[in-house]
């Protein structure tokens, strides 16, 4: 099992920045993949953004440029700093791990005001 624990949600406004934390905890597999993803109200959860245990990384193409997600391998930490905020990117952010089974974390809240 592996335990996730995000932090860094909280409300912004437009065109500030925000760093979402997230330590994993438990059994981690050294071959894994952690990311983040976000959902609105009334609409679907979706992928904002992942990266490997080797560094590779993936992003969705209406935060890329403004979001960048990082790890510290050691703390078994990923990051996701986000820049220029918008309004639409208002969302629960869930973390993830991502070994044989696929874990999540129970969300943070952004809010993004214009």
């Known amino acids: 099992q592996v335990q996730l624990v995000e932090s860094g949600g909280g409300l912004v406004q437009a065109g500030r920045s925000l760093r979402l934390s997230c330590a994993a905890s438990g059994s981690i597999f050294s071959l894994n993949v952690m990311g983040w993803y976000r959902q609105a109200p009334g609409k679907q959860r979706e992928l904002v953004a992942t990266?490997?245990?080797?560094?590779?990384?993936n992003y969705a193409s209406s935060v890329r440029g403004r979001f960048t997600i990082s790890r510290d391998s050691s703390k078994n930490t990923v990051y996701l700093q986000m820049n220029s905020l918008k309004p639409e990117d208002t969302a629960v952010y869930f973390c993830?791990?991502?070994?044989?089974?696929?874990?999540w974390g129970q969300g943070t809240q952004v809010t993004v005001s214009s």
């Open positions: 993830t791990y991502t070994d044989f089974d696929t874990y």
């Open positions: 990266i490997s245990s080797r560094g590779s990384t």
